[in-house]
T-cell receptor, first 114, second 114 residues
């Protein structure tokens, strides 16, 4: 069965410091992995995805994610956090076999303090 | 190009009332989804439609019905609303088939059942 785990409910980081939001996954088949961000009272916005190829994926707003097959992880990173990055972040995996079905993690709240 | 639209944005119901949440997408996507988001629980899939003419249950389908009216529209119906259905509801869509695409989300419907 497919599943995604985000082990941290909340991550706190100072502005200008690097940030990491963790995600591990379990899939049968090829892992198609995604990160989304949600600002208060808004829908989810797509940040980046890993389908195949380079293990370091670059996305919107300066975010990147590193795919690690041996550790079944897909951590979200940014070299220098901004206060405006404060939001709720979701990791998701797409089921290769059941057409288009996505599985989401429980979300991690990122707080960036000035 | 509006993306994914949802109506209404807000709704208050009394226990036992019925209502239909509407969703439409203009991206020619095959697959559409309904999620509910509750605090601390991330996104939970209610129903999805892999393609026009098909619908499948997600992880929390009880108390809901869906209709894939055509390729653009996917509605969610609450036949007899209960306080446990107080939540924020999101519709999403994506491509399916060879191209592995991300999901696009609507702005959400905030539903309160008294």
């Amino acid at each position: 069965a497919q599943s995604v785990a985000q082990p941290e409910d909340q991550v706190n980081v100072a502005e200008g410091n690097p940030l990491t939001v963790k995600c591990t996954y379990s899939v049968s088949g090829n892992p198609y992995l995604f990160w989304y961000v949600q600002y208060p009272n808004r829908g989810l916005q797509f940040l980046l995805k890993y389908i195949t190829g380079d293990n370091l994926v670059k996305g919107s707003y300066g975010f990147e994610a590193e795919f690690n097959k041996s550790q079944t992880s897909f951590h979200l990173k940014k070299p220098s956090a901004l206060v405006s990055d404060s939001a709720l972040y979701f990791c998701a995996v797409r089921d290769e076999y059941r057409y288009g079905k996505f599985y989401f993690g429980s979300g991690t709240k990122l707080n960036v303090k000035p | 190009n509006a993306g994914v639209t949802q109506t209404p944005k807000f709704q208050v119901l009394k226990t036992g009332q019925s209502m239909t949440l509407q969703c439409a997408q203009d991206m020619n996507h095959n697959s559409m989804y309904w999620y509910r988001q509750d605090p601390g629980m991330g996104l939970r899939l209610i129903y999805y439609s892999a393609s026009e003419g098909t619908t499948d249950k997600g992880e929390v389908p009880n108390g809901y019905n869906v209709s894939r009216l055509n390729k653009r529209e996917f509605s969610l119906r609450l036949e007899s609303a209960a306080p446990s259905q107080t939540s924020v509801y999101f519709c999403a869509s994506t491509t399916s088939g060879i191209r592995i695409g991300e999901q696009f989300f609507g702005p959400g419907t905030r539903l309160t059942v008294l």
